[in-house]
C-alpha cells in the first residue's frame, strides 16, 4: 500500500483531485515520509474556485445572525478538538505540543472576534439629508476570495482570515502550505459539522501552480497572502495585475532594543523565549538583540546559559524545542551560522551539534547565540527563520534605533527597560508595525489589527481586526427618495442638499 494521501476539500467532501503530481509530508522530527499531499491543477484549481463562486449567491443573502450562528458553533468544535489540533500540528510541522495548543487559541481568538462582526457590518443612516431624501451606508462581501498560508502557523494564519471572511458574507478558498496541510483538513470537518453550506469553505492543497491558478483566476476577488518577502511581492503584484484586492504579508527582521537600565534576567528570559519558540519560525521571533552600552556582556551570558539549558527534540516528548520543517531549510540555517562565523561573528552557544531527544535522523537544529555581528552580515541582513539569535552591540539609543529604521523590514520590534520616558520614546520614533514595550512578541489582540510596515506589508490593509472586515467587503452608499408631488418637474441644474 502507498502513502496515505491528503487530498482536497471541495464541495463539502475531501477529494483527491484530477492531478497526479503529489509531494511528500515528513514528521519533521523523525525525517521520515508520513504521508503525501495531492497537488493541484488547473482542472482542481477551476473547479474549487467554481464550488466558492456557486456558493457565493446563497450565503452572502443569508442573514447575518445565521452565518454567526455557524461562528458560533465553530468556535466551539474549534476548541472541543484544540488538542487534536495540536497534535496535527506538531507532528507535521514540529513545533512543541505547548507551543501548537498556544496557535491554536490565538486562532480561536479570531474566531471569536468575528462572533460579533454584525456590529462592523451596520452601516450608517441618515435621514432627511436634503429633502425628502434619504442616506444609508452599508457594507458587503466581495465574493470568492483565496487565502494563502505559510507552514508555520497551519492554523492560525488561515484563521486570522477565514472567520472574519466568511461572517462578512464571503466564500473562501484557503491554499495551505503543502509542507503542512493535515490541519486544514480537520478544519474543513470543524466548519461542516458547525452547519456551514458546501462550497463556503474550500481546502486547495497545491504548490506554485495552484497559487498562480488562484492568482489568475477571474472569480476570486480577493487574495490574503502570507510568506516571504520576496513570495508577498510576487502575489502582490501578480494578483493587483489581475485586479484584485491584496494584502500580502512578508518577513521580517524583528530586533529587541535593550537598554542599560533594562532587568537582565527578565530580558534573558524573553530573548530566548521569543528568539528560540517554535525554532524561530515565527514572523515574529526575535533575531536580534541589539545591547545599548555596558548591558551587552551580562545580557549575553545570561542569554547563553539559559540557551544552553534547553531541551531539543521531538515535540511530543515534553521538550523545550522542536525540529525544522525540512531537511533543506535546516541545512540552510546552519549555512547563515557558518557565514556569521567566517565573518568575524562570536559563536557563543552552536546549535548545530545538538543531540536532539528524538527517533530517527530529524531536522534539528539546536538553539544558537551569535555576538559581535555587524549591520553587514548575512546572518543580520537575511531573514534566517531558524533558531538563530544574533546580538548586534551599539553604544547609544540613538544608535540603536537608526539601526532598527534603517532596516528594510518593519514588521515587529521590543525595548526592554525601565524608563517610561525612553520607552514612549521609541514607540513614538521607531518605524515599524508593532511594537512591545517589555513584550518581546508584540502579536495584536484579534480586535485589534496584525501587519507590519516597510517590506514586511505589501497592500494596504492589515490582518484580523476592523483592517480586516474593511478587507473582505466594500462600502456601498445608497441615496433614496421616494416620489411625491413636490419633486416633479425637468430641472437640469446639478442636485444641491437642501
Known amino acids: 500500500m502507498g502513502a496515505e494521501i491528503v487530498g482536497h476539500w471541495i464541495g463539502g467532501a475531501e477529494s483527491a483531485g484530477e492531478s497526479d503530481r503529489t509531494a511528500d509530508v515528513f514528521d519533521p522530527a523523525t525525517g521520515k515520509v508520513a504521508r503525501q499531499v495531492a497537488l493541484a491543477g488547473a482542472a482542481d484549481v477551476d473547479r474549487a474556485v467554481a464550488a466558492a463562486a456557486g456558493a457565493f449567491p446563497g450565503w452572502r443573502d443569508t442573514p447575518i ?134 462550497g463556503v469553505f474550500t481546502v486547495l492543497n497545491g504548490d506554485k501552480e495552484a497559487v498562480d491558478g488562484l492568482l489568475d483566476h477571474p472569480d476570486i476577488k480577493a487574495v490574503s497572502f502570507v510568506g516571504s518577502t520576496p513570495v508577498a511581492r510576487y502575489v502582490h503584484q501578480r494578483a493587483g495585475a489581475a485586479g484584485k484586492r491584496v494584502q500580502a504579508l512578508g518577513g521580517a527582521k524583528n530586533h529587541m532594543v535593550v537598554l542599560p537600565d533594562a532587568d537582565v534576567d527578565l530580558t534573558a528570559d524573553a530573548a530566548i523565549n521569543a528568539g528560540f519558540g517554535s525554532a524561530g519560525e515565527r514572523c515574529m521571533a526575535i533575531s536580534v538583540v541589539v545591547a545599548v552600552g555596558a548591558v551587552a556582556d551580562p545580557l549575553v551570558a545570561a542569554i547563553a546559559e539559559r540557551a544552553r539549558g534547553l531541551r531539543t527534540g521531538d515535540g511530543r516528548r515534553g521538550c523545550d524545542m522542536g525540529p525544522l520543517i525540512t531537511g533543506a531549510h535546516r541545512d540552510k540555517v546552519a549555512g547563515y551560522v557558518a557565514s556569521g562565523e567566517q565573518a568575524g561573528a562570536t559563536v557563543v552557544v552552536d546549535g548545530r551539534d545538538v543531540e536532539p531527544d528524538a527517533d530517527g535522523s530529524g531536522f534539528f537544529l539546536g538553539p544558537t547565540l551569535l555576538d559581535h555581528v555587524t549591520p553587514g552580515m548575512s546572518v543580520y541582513t537575511d531573514e534566517i527563520f531558524g533558531p538563530v539569535l544574533s546580538v548586534v552591540r551599539v553604544d547609544t539609543y540613538a544608535e540603536a534605533v537608526a539601526l532598527v529604521n534603517g532596516n528594510p523590514y518593519g514588521n515587529g520590534t521590543a525595548i526592554f527597560t525601565n524608563d517610561g520616558g525612553a520607552a514612549r520614546r521609541f514607540a513614538n520614533e521607531i518605524e515599524v508595525g508593532m511594537v512591545g514595550v517589555n513584550v518581546p512578541i508584540p502579536v495584536p489582540v484579534a480586535y485589534y489589527s496584525f501587519g507590519g510596515w516597510k517590506d514586511s506589508l505589501f497592500g494596504d490593509t492589515h490582518a484580523h481586526g476592523t483592517d480586516g472586515v474593511h478587507f473582505f467587503t466594500r462600502g456601498k452608499v445608497v441615496t433614496s427618495r421616494w416620489p411625491d408631488d413636490g419633486h416633479r418637474g425637468v430641472d437640469l441644474g446639478f442636485p444641491r442638499n437642501d
Not at 111 to 139: M, P, Q, Y
Request: hydrophobic share 45%; net charge negative; charged share 20%.
Open 65 to 198: 445572525s445565521r452565518r454567526t450562528r455557524v461562528l458560533f458553533a465553530f468556535r466551539q468544535l474549534l476548541d472541543e478538538a484544540k488538542d487534536e489540533l495540536a497534535e496535527v500540528i506538531t507532528a507535521e510541522h514540529g513545533k512543541v505540543v505547548s507551543d501548537a495548543q498556544g496557535e491554536v487559541a490565538r486562532g480561536l481568538e479570531v474566531v471569536e472576534f468575528a462572533c460579533g462582526i454584525g456590529h462592523l457590518l451596520k452601516g450608517g443612516h441618515t435621514e432627511n439629508a436634503s429633502t425628502g431624501v434619504d442616506v444609508h451606508a452599508t457594507r458587503q462581501p466581495l465574493g470568492p476570495v483565496a487565502v494563502i498560508s505559510p507552514f508555520n502557523f497551519p492554523v492560525m494564519v488561515p484563521l486570522w482570515f477565514v472567520p472574519i471572511a466568511i461572517a462578512a458574507g464571503n466564500t473562501v478558498v484557503l491554499k495551505p502550505s503543502e509542507k503542512d496541510p493535515s490541519a486544514a483538513l480537520l478544519l474543513a470537518r470543524l466548519w461542516q459539522r458547525a452547519g456551514l453550506p458546501d
